[in-house]
């Protein structure tokens, strides 16, 4: 992740309620949290259309349970689909067909508008 320096609490209290009002808003509007919205939002930059729930958990650093819960979510929402690992059976891996990552670039592009 991007790290930002903040010249003054101030600065940072500020940011902090931007983001808090965006996801507030976010979640009544489009039925996504900031776990689901951070998750879409690291497909929309992967260039692959298969990707660990591992390698998903490393990069947002998401507890397992809200990562299980977002995936879930989001799965059930059309945006993702899942499947096992044809090598290691315990390896859940997420897909993203041409259909979904329409529907995953046209929610980003949305959320960007409200920014």
């Given at each position: 992740m991007i790290e930002q320096n903040f010249k003054t609490l101030n600065e940072l209290i500020t940011t902090y309620q931007k983001g808090k009002y965006f996801f507030k808003t976010t979640k009544k509007q489009h039925k996504l949290n900031y776990e689901e919205i951070f998750i879409l939002n690291y497909i929309f930059n992967c260039k692959e259309?298969?990707?660990t729930a591992k390698e998903i958990a490393k990069y947002s650093e998401l507890q397992p349970y809200y990562l299980t819960k977002a995936l879930q979510k989001l799965i059930k929402m059309g945006y993702l689909s899942k499947k096992r690992s044809e090598i290691d059976e315990r390896?859940?891996?997420?897909?993203v067909n041409e259909a979904q990552r329409d529907?995953?670039?046209e929610?980003?592009?949305t959320l960007q508008q409200t920014l």
């Open positions: 259309n298969e990707i390896t859940v891996v997420v897909r529907k995953i670039n929610i980003i592009r």
